[in-house]
């Protein structure tokens, strides 16, 4: 009945993963991954512990059945990417991180090395049966996750991301839903309900990929298709048609080439994105280039994509990547050669396994691992995706354990104690794992999650200060934004700014390979400094530590200058600006932060200059997506300054056009607006900015309603009159 019991717990614990995409946690920091990531872990943690406990005190010898399993190909292949990731690891800048990993990804070598263990209990310790039993548990859970998705989308949400967080990564639990549905059919002996389930989940599950808009995914999803019928292809008509799908696809590439331009479509609305992506894989190219042997080590690119950053990428706003969106990148960065061979070693292992295979395993091997790849060319994996790819394997190469006779039924027992020994200390390393890498961590994500709200969350932070976990950088920087952006007035008291202002310098100091840290600790620094001068030395000096590491990282010019600005260094701020400016002339906030320095002083022909940057600034970024909310507010304090009513109503008749949608105006710059077209007597525009604020300020409502009204009778004066401002 013990042996029963300890067997049915490790099941519980693996069926049990199949609903982990539901989570999501209210109450932590990084609320959406984190819950699915710290209970997945606890699964697989309580799944090889009640395994041990059964190995240690069982009769029964399970290392007999499964030793065999770690000679399996995609096995070794898996533990060697796991190897090659901890070489990598511990020489890289920070092991710890990398070790580790973070609460965004699930990575890591910490974070592999479950997922190793996940795909082992599901490919070798489940029967056939109940391998079977957990993809229908996921496809229920997917049908949640699906239905909410498409809630979101009727609810008018641009982008669904439902219970995953993310409308890429929920695009890629689609893609992986629709292979797991396939199998689900294929092995239904008869049309029953499953067979149906998982038939009507298909079709769903590519609407739903459709509306994430993730253009990655749909395109996986366009080449697992091809390859499927490829497949079915040959199979049914022979290797012939190989070579007249050869001759099509010559004609489709001469095709694209000499309608380059039409690609375009695929770029949308946000082709801004696909281009920062282009330079994030060139930087992750050189920082390979760097370190080619063993790479840079897990949870690294910040650093390798900083030291090659191109400015480019500024041009499509201030964008941070811990990835470079490219599975092949990401890898030879993180693992250099060695680890990129061990991974196409990887998908050999899977191919080496189904090559004789005359079912449905083939076809959808293929078919599904062309898909799986070619979206990732274009976003990273993640601890969802991680789930649906162990899930997939391990029913495609699992043994069949259960339609295996057993052998030697009456050999009798033989206690093996080393493999009680290994049984026990694997069982008390994940008894330590449990806690320290799952329950202190939760600890600290909850309690930073309450000083969020809370008026004086001094105590809050010094109980997450007294212990060291490895979220607690990661979760800290996180609260420590919001902070900037939300509370800036709590960063400038006493007791909560000192505390603050240590603990991101901390952060700085013990994660160099994060230049964010360094950029936050200044950011800090310079709100404070107001009221310690000896801060802006220590923000210039951080600053220019940063500079060394990343010498063409726009962001920190930025800041160097502000550093000079406040402290009347007048022409230094000028000078670091034109530098941020000389990185790439056509990044719009670089303009922006040269016009501020030039406007800092009394020099008329400087301000004028000024008002050209800013000018420049508008032309190269007329939605003005690029800049922060506190970089508009400053942009139209200036002009409101300079009396620029011209610019100000630009700006306001952009936001009524669409152009400007990230963002709300605030009401006196409409105000000014409707002021200025009164003057100009541009009756067409005032109607339709007073329209507009109608519906963004319904306080407003019948003053607006009046305006038109004396516009339409052409009553300017009395129009100038009703919105005077200071």
Same mark, same amino acid.
């Given at each position: 009945?013990?042996?029963?019991?300890?067997?049915?717990?490790?099941?519980?614990?693996?069926?049990?993963?199949?609903?982990?995409?539901?989570?999501?946690?209210?109450?932590?920091?990084?609320?959406?991954?984190?819950?699915?990531?710290?209970?997945?872990?606890?699964?697989? +943690?309580?799944?090889?512990?009640?395994?041990?406990?059964?190995?240690?005190?069982?009769?029964?010898?399970?290392?007999?059945?499964?030793?065999?399993?770690?000679?399996?190909?995609?096995?070794?292949?898996?533990?060697?990417?796991?190897?090659?990731? =901890?070489?990598?690891?511990?020489? #890289?800048?920070?092991?710890?991180?990398?070790?580790?990993?973070?609460?965004?990804?699930?990575?890591?070598?910490?974070?592999?090395?479950?997922?190793?263990?996940?795909?082992?209990?599901?490919?070798?310790?489940?029967?056939?049966?109940?391998?079977?039993?957990?993809?229908?548990?996921?496809?229920?859970?997917?049908?949640?996750?699906?239905? !909410?998705?498409?809630?979101?989308?009727?609810?008018?949400? =641009?982008?669904?991301?439902?219970?995953?967080?993310?409308?890429?990564?929920?695009?890629?639990?689609?893609?992986?839903?629709?292979?797991?549905?396939?199998?689900?059919?294929?092995?239904?002996?008869?049309?029953?309900?499953?067979?149906?389930?998982?038939?009507?989940?298909?079709?769903?599950?590519?609407?739903?990929?459709?509306?994430?808009?993730?253009?990655?995914?749909?395109?996986?999803?366009?080449?697992?298709?091809?390859?499927?019928?490829?497949?079915?292809?040959? !199979?049914?008509?022979?290797?012939?048609?190989?070579?007249?799908?050869?001759?099509?696809?010559?004609?489709?590439?001469?095709?694209?080439?000499?309608?380059?331009?039409?690609?375009?479509?695929?770029?949308?609305?946000?082709?801004?994105?696909?281009?920062?992506?282009?330079?994030?894989?060139?930087?992750?190219?050189?920082?390979?280039?760097?370190?080619?042997?063993?790479?840079?080590?897990?949870?690294?690119?910040?650093?390798?994509?900083?030291?090659?950053?191109?400015?480019?990428?500024?041009?499509?706003? $201030?964008?941070?990547?811990?990835?470079?969106?490219?599975?092949?990148?990401?890898?030879?960065?993180?693992?250099?050669?060695?680890?990129?061979?061990?991974?196409?070693?990887?998908?050999?292992?899977?191919?080496?396994?189904?090559?004789?295979?005359?079912?449905?395993?083939?076809?959808?091997?293929?078919?599904?691992?062309?898909?799986? /790849?070619?979206?990732?060319?274009?976003?990273?994996?993640?601890?969802?995706?991680?789930?649906?790819?162990?899930?997939? /394997?391990?029913?495609?190469?699992?043994? +069949?354990?259960? $339609?295996?006779?057993?052998?030697?039924?009456?050999?009798?027992?033989?206690?093996?104690?080393?493999?009680?020994?290994? #049984? =026990?200390?694997?069982?008390?390393?994940?008894?330590?794992?449990?806690?320290?890498?799952?329950?202190?961590?939760?600890?600290?994500?909850?309690?930073?999650?309450?000083?969020?709200?809370? &008026?004086?969350?001094?105590?809050?932070?010094?109980?997450? *200060?007294?212990?060291?976990?490895?979220?607690?950088? $990661?979760?800290?920087?996180?609260?420590?934004?919001?902070?900037?952006?939300?509370?800036? &007035?709590?960063?400038?008291?006493?007791?909560?700014?000192?505390?603050? !202002?240590?603990?991101?310098?901390?952060?700085? %100091?013990?994660?160099?390979?994060?230049?964010?840290?360094?950029?936050?600790?200044?950011?800090?620094?310079?709100?404070?400094?107001?009221?310690?001068?000896?801060?802006?030395?220590?923000?210039?000096?951080?600053?220019?530590?940063?500079?060394?590491?990343?010498?063409?990282?726009?962001?920190?010019?930025?800041?160097?200058?502000?550093?000079?600005?406040?402290?009347?260094?007048?022409?230094?701020?000028?000078?670091?600006? +034109?530098?941020?400016?000389?990185?790439?002339?056509?990044?719009?906030?670089?303009?922006?932060?040269?016009?501020?320095?030039?406007?800092?002083?009394?020099?008329?022909?400087?301000?004028?200059?000024?008002?050209?940057?800013?000018?420049?600034?508008? =032309?190269?970024?007329?939605?003005?997506?690029?800049?922060?909310?506190?970089?508009?507010?400053? /942009?139209?304090? *200036?002009?409101?300054?300079?009396?620029?009513?011209?610019?100000?109503?630009?700006?306001?008749?952009?936001?009524?056009?669409?152009?400007?949608?990230?963002?709300?105006?605030?009401?006196?710059?409409?105000?000014?607006?409707?002021?200025?077209?009164?003057?100009?007597?541009?009756?067409?525009?005032?109607?339709?900015?007073?329209?507009?604020?109608?519906?963004?300020?319904? +306080?407003?409502? $019948?003053?607006?309603?009046?305006?038109?009204?004396?516009? %339409?009778?052409?009553?300017?004066?009395?129009?100038?009159?009703?919105?005077?401002?200071?």
């Amino acid at each position: 009945a013990s042996k029963s019991s300890k067997n049915s717990l490790v099941r519980i614990c693996i069926f049990g993963v199949a609903f982990v995409p539901l989570i999501e946690w209210r109450f932590t920091e990084f609320g959406a991954t984190a819950g699915k990531i710290i209970v997945f872990r606890l699964l697989v +943690e309580g799944a090889v512990l009640f395994l041990a406990l059964q190995i240690v005190f069982g009769k029964k010898d399970i290392l007999r059945e499964l030793r065999g399993t770690l000679h399996h190909p995609v096995t070794l292949a898996f533990i060697f990417i796991l190897v090659s990731m =901890a070489v990598s690891a511990l020489f #890289a800048v920070n092991p710890t991180r990398a070790f580790w990993g973070t609460l965004e990804r699930g990575e890591g070598v910490f974070g592999v090395f479950h997922y190793l263990i996940f795909f082992f209990l599901l490919a070798f310790f489940l029967t056939r049966k109940e391998r079977l039993f957990f993809l229908k548990c996921l496809l229920f859970s997917g049908y949640v996750v699906l239905f !909410r998705a498409f809630a979101e989308k009727w609810e008018g949400a =641009a982008r669904v991301t439902s219970s995953i967080g993310n409308a890429a990564f929920l695009a890629e639990h689609f893609l992986f839903l629709i292979a797991v549905a396939w199998i689900v059919m294929q092995e239904s002996k008869t049309k029953g309900i499953w067979w149906h389930v998982a038939l009507s989940f298909i079709p769903f599950a590519v609407g739903g990929i459709i509306i994430t808009g993730t253009r990655g995914a749909i395109l996986g999803l366009g080449a697992g298709v091809v390859v499927f019928l490829f497949v079915f292809a040959v !199979r049914k008509f022979g290797k012939k048609i190989i070579w007249g799908t050869a001759i099509v696809c010559m004609i489709g590439v001469i095709g694209i080439w000499r309608e380059g331009a039409r690609l375009q479509i695929l770029a949308g609305e946000r082709s801004g994105s696909i281009q920062t992506r282009l330079t994030m894989w060139e930087a992750g190219w050189q920082a390979f280039q760097e370190k080619p042997f063993i790479g840079w080590g897990p949870e690294h690119f910040i650093l390798a994509s900083s030291a090659h950053y191109n400015p480019k990428a500024a041009r499509y706003g $201030e964008t941070w990547f811990d990835r470079a969106h490219n599975k092949i990148i990401d890898v030879v960065v993180a693992q250099g050669i060695v680890g990129g061979i061990i991974f196409l070693g990887f998908i050999g292992s899977v191919l080496f396994v189904v090559r004789n295979d005359r079912t449905y395993k083939k076809p959808l091997t293929l078919a599904f691992g062309s898909a799986y /790849l070619v979206q990732a060319m274009f976003a990273p994996d993640q601890f969802v995706s991680w789930i649906g790819l162990m899930a997939f /394997l391990g029913y495609m190469v699992g043994r +069949e354990k259960d $339609e295996e006779k057993p052998k030697k039924e009456n050999t009798p027992y033989r206690s093996n104690l080393l493999a009680k020994i290994g #049984a =026990a200390g694997a069982g008390v390393f994940m008894a330590l794992a449990f806690y320290y890498g799952n329950v202190l961590p939760y600890r600290q994500l909850k309690i930073l999650f309450e000083a969020r709200g809370a &008026d004086d969350p001094v105590l809050l932070l010094k109980k997450v *200060v007294a212990k060291d976990t490895f979220v607690r950088a $990661e979760a800290e920087a996180n609260l420590f934004d919001f902070y900037m952006d939300n509370r800036p &007035d709590l960063i400038m008291k006493t007791g909560i700014g000192d505390l603050v !202002r240590e603990e991101v310098r901390s952060l700085a %100091e013990k994660e160099p390979q994060d230049i964010r840290h360094g950029i936050r600790y200044a950011r800090v620094a310079l709100g404070q400094a107001d009221k310690n001068d000896m801060l802006y030395g220590e923000a210039e000096e951080e600053l220019k530590k940063l500079a060394e590491i990343a010498p063409k990282r726009q962001e920190i010019y930025y800041l160097l200058a502000q550093v000079s600005g406040l402290q009347g260094k007048f022409e230094e701020a000028i000078k670091t600006a +034109e530098r941020a400016v000389a990185l790439d002339p056509e990044v719009a906030r670089a303009h922006y932060f040269l016009g501020l320095a030039l406007a800092l002083g009394d020099d008329p022909n400087l301000k004028e200059r000024a008002m050209g940057e800013f000018i420049r600034a508008e =032309a190269l970024n007329p939605s003005l997506d690029t800049l922060y909310a506190s970089d508009l507010n400053n /942009l139209f304090a *200036v002009y409101k300054r300079e009396k620029r009513w011209d610019r100000v109503t630009g700006i306001v008749l952009r936001k009524v056009d669409g152009v400007i949608s990230w963002t709300r105006l605030h009401e006196e710059m409409y105000i000014i607006a409707l002021f200025h077209l009164a003057e100009e007597k541009n009756k067409e525009a005032f109607v339709k900015v007073a329209a507009y604020m109608q519906e963004e300020f319904p +306080e407003k409502k $019948e003053e607006a309603r009046s305006a038109i009204e004396f516009a %339409e009778q052409e009553k300017w004066e009395i129009i100038q009159d009703m919105f005077e401002f200071e």
